[in-house]
């Protein structure tokens, strides 16, 4: 459907629907409680599910059950305090506890792989940094699908959807620290600026200034043009200083309380079923699913489509278990082949990320409260009493996006992999503490960097290797190993050093945390080797149900997130991008579901 169609339909449909009174709450304790059938079932309750879920049950006439593999995200501070954001991965109870094959790359490491398994999903457990990419990576993403509606012109106002922009926590004057213009203030995401001053505060916006000739000022990253450094902008609820995750948002107490929406908890699926065919197409409107990881499987029925959110790694597991991707390699499982979909878990598309951190002299760094569990319970005290304080703060106060000059030598025998001429390379954030495991004593100053382009050939996949639905996917995040990756992560270490190196910390930067992190004057084999020592990911997974041309053998979604050579079956996480956005993933995860949530209700109006 053409996008002005879509916007036509859309329009119409969300004037048809009239305000129903709120009933009793409709989260389920246990499936024997579900209806035989409902319209739409979602797979997956997080960052894109929730969103769908919200959107479709705006009309009352429309019965939705969203089934999520986790638990409540309800009453875990955890999750709802956003410092506490690095201390809900890995091996907890709100984390899958993944871990990916050895990573040739990364020397052969084998690494955590943290996803949310609760309610919210990613967005209840990732650490809250809000960007949306470049304007180059959607219109880039509408290039190689064929649909302009992919473009930034026709997402911004998705963005905007979205978005609830809240004043800081500290309701500090933020004129000059973020464009309003590029926000929306009406959505049910809620984002902030950093809500408490930290000490480092001035020599960071000090040291851009001294390095202006290679740093510039952005008064706001996500503009569309995200090169220079800025505000941190995080998902917060400035006012009440809590997380806003999909499901503190999209699934706020009044929408859990509509009466057309069903939410089974700890309902993991295992796989779709097929009800029939259409001239040999295959009809899925079935899911399988257990409860609390043990039998007996339960199957439910939807009536007009089964939208799976299950995110980049779940979402081709139960492609593949449905017998949904390379035939070949199914039979070889003894898994019947229904829908011969190859690239169903290929083109794994993810972020490096490289850590350094240095002593510094001060005593007003956040690193005690992630090692005296007495200083913590006092500040959460703070934090329940007053909505203030440290604990308002996520990881970085600034963040900074970075271009590699088409110039380089890194680009003369590979092709440049970023998505456009006003797109970064990589991404710049300071912490003031330790990120990582703090030592007993000493303070500490952390800047991180993620190379946000990685080239052609760095890609990953996931995969199962039995019959059993449930086994651990296996995971190869396919990190650093494109020609160009190294040598862009290396140069964002570069501007590392250049940036710790300025005036602005003469008196502050004691030396390196770890005697092995390179120093200004070290040679490239130097930093290649700390690299591949050390880079991890920045779990930012996409492109394992990527969209590709409706009518083209290649890719796993046509660019409405229908399922290729099925009926019934919608995609919409971020495994649908066929690249990674130059930013975090969950911005432009909210906003494609947001679009996905048109795009089903003008189909549904158009098929009725």
Known sequence: MPHSSLQTATTVFLASCVYFGLVQGIVLDNPGSLRAKYDYIIVGGGTAGNVVANRLTENPAVDVLLLEAGPTDAGVLEIEIPFLCTHTTPQTPWDWNYTTIPQPGLNGASISYPRGHVLGG??????????????????????????????????????????????????HNTTGEFNPSVHGFNGFNSVSLPGAATVIDNRVNLAIEQLRGEFVPNID?????????????????????????????????????????????????????????????????????RINREGPLQTVTATREVIVSAGSINTPQILLNSGIGNAGSLKSLGIPPLVDLSDVGENLSDHPIIVFSWLVNSNETYDAFNRNSTLQSEEIQIWKTTREGVFVNGIAQHIGFVRVSD???????????????N?????????????????????????????????????????????NSFDVPIIDAGLLTDKTDVPLLRE??????????????????????????????SSDAEIDAFLRANARSAYHVVGTSSMSPKGMKTGVVDPDLRLKKAIGVRIVDASVLPFAPAGHTQAATYALAERAADLIKAANLVSS
């Open 492 to 521: 964002a270490v570069r501007s590392i050093l250049r940036l710790s190196s300025a005036p602005a910390w003469s008196d502050y930067i004691i030396g390196p945390a770890d005697p092995s992190q390179p120093i200004i004057t």
């Open 407 to 421: 110039n380089s030598p890194i680009f003369h025998s590979s092709p440049n992999p970023s998505s456009g001429p």
């Open 221 to 289: 990253t996500n503009s569309g043009n995200p090169l220079g450094f800025g505000w941190s902008q995080a998902v917060i609820d400035g006012p009440s200083g809590t997380r806003s995750s999909s499901a503190a948002g999209y699934l706020s107490t009044s929408i859990r309380n509509r009466s057309n929406l069903h939410i089974l908890l700890n309902a993991q699926v295992s796989r779709l079923l097929t009800t029939g065919n259409e001239k040999g197409v295959p009809i899925f409107r079935k899911a399988e699913f």
């Open 122 to 171: 990613t967005s209840s457990v990732n650490c809250l940094v809000y960007t949306r990419g470049s304007q180059a990576d959607f219109d880039r993403y509408a290039k190689v699908t064929g649909d302009e509606g992919w473009s930034w012109q026709n997402m911004l106002p998705y963005f905007k959807k979205s978005e609830k922009f809240t004043p800081p926590s500290d309701r």
């Open 423 to 467: 797109s970064p390379h990589f991404e710049i954030f300071v912490s003031n503490f330790l990120l990582g495991n703090p030592p007993p004593t000493g303070n500490f100053l952390s800047i991180s960097a993620i190379m946000l382009t990685p080239g052609p050939s760095a890609r990953g996949s996931v995969k199962i290797n039995s019959t």
